[in-house]
Nanobody, 117 residues
Framework: QVQLVESGGGLVQAGGSLRLSCAAS????????MGWFRQTPGSERDFVTS???????NYADSVKGRFIISRDSAKDTVYLQMNSLKPEDTAVYYC???????????WGQGTQVIVSS
């Protein structure tokens, strides 16, 4: 079992930055793909980015060049550095873990990000 706890959401002005964190627990953490998704009311949960145990990363086109995912295996934590934020980045951001490039097996509770214009 993998448990995920997100933190770091909040309110930021357009053009600003935020860093989200996801603390993981569970004995298989180091072999799982970790990722971030986001969801707005009435919409599906969309893939944002993921990182493999070896450091390979994938990004949605909408965030390429602005968001950076990283992981610290010693701290069992994955980070999402969000730069040049836009109002359309406003969403609840969910941490995810799994065995696929787009991981969907385990979810955190979500953290709200609001970008004001």
């Amino acid at each position: 079992q993998v448990q995920l706890v997100e933190s770091g959401g909040g309110l930021v002005q357009a053009g600003g930055s935020l860093r989200l964190s996801c603390a993981a627990s569970g004995r298989t953490y180091n072999t799982w793909v970790m990722g971030w998704f986001r969801q707005t009311p009435g919409s599906e949960r969309d893939f944002v980015t993921s990182i493999s145990w070896s450091g390979n990363t994938n990004y949605a086109d909408s965030v390429k060049g602005r968001f950076i995912i990283s992981r610290d295996s010693a701290k069992d934590t994955v980070y999402l550095q969000m730069n040049s934020l836009k109002p359309e980045d406003t969403a609840v951001y969910y941490c995810a873990a799994g065995r696929a490039v787009v991981p969907t097996e385990h979810w955190g509770q979500g953290t709200q990000v609001i970008v004001s214009s």
